[in-house]
Every structure is written in C-alpha cells, then in structure tokens.
C-alpha cells in the first residue's frame, strides 16, 4: 500500500516537472481535450511506476521515458479510433486563460506544425533536444546510441532548412 | 529558421503555457490507486476476462469429451472444438504475459517495439478467431445441442444438411476476404464494422507491421 507521503512526494515533483507533461501532450496532441486525456494518462502511469523509481535518477529523464512512451501509444491508440466524446471531467492539471501574444503565434505556428510533421519516434527526439536535453540524456530515454541521436538531429536540421526554404 | 531558433520559441512557449497551468491538487488528495488507471490496465483486464471464458469452455469441452470419449460423431467435433479453444487461451496467456511484463519506464524504442509486437499479436488472435469461426460452427452445433438439449443433430438433420453447413463454413472465409477488400475502405471509419473490415482483410495487419518496421528503422544506425 502506497503511503500518503510517498503521495505527497510524488505530487510535489510532478507539480515541479509539470512543464515535461505540458511539452509532451502539446506535441503528441493538438486540441484540449485530447490533451487533458494525455496527460491524466501519463500521470496515472508515472504514479503506477513511482515505487519503482530510483531516486538516485534523474525524476525529468525517469518523467520523460514514461511520458513519450504513453504519449506515442496514445498517439496510435487516438489514430486507429475515434475517441467518444465524454462529459469533462476535472482536468489533472488545469489551464488558466493567458493573454494571446500575436507577434509570435506566426512562428510559433511554423514550429508546431513543423514538429507535428514529424513521426512519432522523430518528434519524441524532437521535443527532447527541444527541451535542451543532452544528447546522452535522449539516447538514454530513447533507447538508441549518441551517434544515431546526432545523426537524426542532423537529418531534420536539414528538412527544417528545406521546408522553411520551399514557403 | 535554424534549429537553435525554434528551440527559442519552443522553450518560450512552453515556458509561457506551464505559467499559465497549474496542478490540482485537491483531485491529487482525493486521488486513490483505484482511480489510477490505465489503457494497459483496461486491456489487461479485458484480456483477462477473455482468458477465463476460454477456460471455462475448455474445461467443459474436456468434460464433454470425456464423456463421449466412445462415440467418435461427438467426440471428434468436441476434441476440434477444445483444440481451437486452447489456441485461443495460449494466445490471450501470451498477450498477458507480455502486458503483465511492461515496463513504460524502459527506454522508448524497446518499449514501442513491444507495444507493436502486442499490437500484431492481438490482430492475428483476432484474425485467426474470425476466419476460424465459421469453420467450427458445425462442431460447436453438433457438441451445443447434444450437451444442453440432449439431441443427436446427426439423426436429427440430414447428412446433407450438415456437408452443405460444411460447406457453407469453408465457403464463408474467401468470400468475407474479398467483401471485406472490396467495401470495407467505404465504410465510415472507427466503427465496429470497419474494425471489423480490416481485420479480416488484413489491413490492420499491414498498418501495424508498417509501424513495426518504422520503429525498427528509427533503432538502426545511420
């Protein structure tokens, strides 16, 4: 049985780290309600995991792993059905109203769009060197070697310059 | 653009959107483990309930055997009937096995590459289940009305209503893969139907085999 302090533990880093969450749902899904989904998915797995966790680790690279992982199922999952629209539930984390900022959304929009062309694997590796994530640190989550990781990230420096180029 | 400026506006953004959110935590204090669930969990547990059914049949279908282990016109059709079943249990077992062992916390490529592998499992159970079905409709007929009604549908029906119901069964399999080719892309997508459509004619199959070699692709090197 989990204790409440280990509950409490739990909340106090995910509520730290809750930027990963926000980064994760926003490129794995575009409209609000698919990503509350998400992100109580993600969550309800990372606490699954919690007493598993090995604190001498880093709780971001552990939060990642688990994050990307469910994200891409959910991805796959969202693609092969069309989920049933449910009466809301309370939202895990909740979004306040913010002040739209036009002379970025243009470009913020180029990014987004750029990434979301991107296939699952890609655009995981994507957001981890987005979040300024080492290149040790994304071949450790994604399971693949540094030069594979360099290599890649090569690769789609090359098409972020080719498809800015062809608009 | 270079990718050092979309890192820019990508942490910017982020930064902006994690301000304006915050974790609530009163759902996090009312919060318990049964509240915690989750898609593996939900499929495990259907996975289960499909398991024990398939038990269930086994067991009775042995009973049965047993019972008519001296008339072959029963026992045969029974001893088909539980060789399918058991089948399906080893089958719904691996799939547990392997839900059971997953670990979202090991690297992702690893993880992806046995969620498809699951994934194809699944698909070629279920494809296996609906091409087989019809197949097993005359044994499960003689075995049904001789264990619940207590009838020997071999003197009740005519040896040529039963090959034409053979037949029939063996006929059924091609003519579902071409109906299911030919019209399953016009149904609407997402329905039990359409589910249906792709399993039988093998797209489902293709797709996830695809997505299989893509997570394979992205592993190697260079």
Not at chain 1, 43 to 71: C, H, K, P
Not at chain 2, 4 to 25: P, V, Y
Not at chain 2, 120 to 134: D, E, V
């Amino acid at each position: 049985m989990r204790t409440n302090d280990a509950q409490t533990a739990f909340v106090e880093c995910l509520d730290r780290h809750r930027g990963i969450l926000i980064k994760v749902a926003g490129a794995y899904c575009r409209d609000l309600a698919g990503r509350e989904d998400l992100i109580a998915e993600i969550v309800a797995q990372l606490w699954r995991a919690y007493g598993r966790f090995d604190e001498r680790a880093a709780f971001s690279t552990w939060m990642y792993r688990i994050a990307v992982n469910v994200a891409i199922s959910f991805r796959r999952a969202e693609m092969r059905k069309t989920r049933n629209v449910e009466a809301a539930e309370p939202a895990i984390l909740e979004m306040l109203p913010s002040p739209p900022e036009p002379q970025s959304d243009a470009a913020l929009a180029l990014v987004r769009e750029f990434i979301e062309e991107l296939d699952e694997l890609n655009r995981a590796l994507m957001i981890l060197y987005l979040a300024d994530n080492s290149y040790a640190e994304i071949a450790a989550i994604l399971g693949i070697s540094e030069t594979n990781v360099a290599t890649k990230i090569g690769r789609i420096k090359q098409r972020l310059k080719r498809d800015i180029a062809a608009r | 653009m270079e990718l050092e400026e979309l890192k820019d506006l990508w942490n910017e953004s982020n930064r902006k959107l994690q301000a304006s959110s915050r974790l609530n935590t009163l759902l996090f204090a009312q919060w318990n483990l049964r509240k915690a669930d989750t898609s593996l969990k939900r499929l495990a547990r259907g996975i289960g309930v499909e398991l024990t059914v398939t038990l269930i049949g086994i067991v009775l279908l042995g009973w049965f055997a047993a019972d008519h282990a001296r008339e072959p016109r029963f026992f045969i059709p029974a001893a088909l009937l539980d060789v399918y079943a058991i089948a399906l249990a080893v089958a719904a077992a691996r799939q547990l096995f392997e839900l059971r062992s997953l670990d979202y916390d090991e690297p992702v490529v690893a993880i992806q590459d046995r969620l498809q592998g699951l994934r194809l499992a699944r698909i070629r159970a279920t494809m296996g289940t609906l091409l087989f079905a019809p197949l097993m409709w005359v044994p499960l007929l003689i075995v049904a009305t001789r264990a619940f009604l207590g009838i020997d549908i071999y003197a009740a029906a005519s040896p040529a209503w039963l090959t034409a119901n053979v037949l029939f069964g063996l006929a059924v399999i091609p003519t579902a893969v071409v109906i299911a080719r030919a019209f399953g892309p016009r149904l609407e997508r997402s329905t039990p139907m359409r589910f249906l459509a792709d399993e039988i004619a093998g797209r489902s199959l293709a797709a996830a085999l695809d997505d299989l070699a893509a997570i394979r692709r992205f592993a190697e090197e260079g």
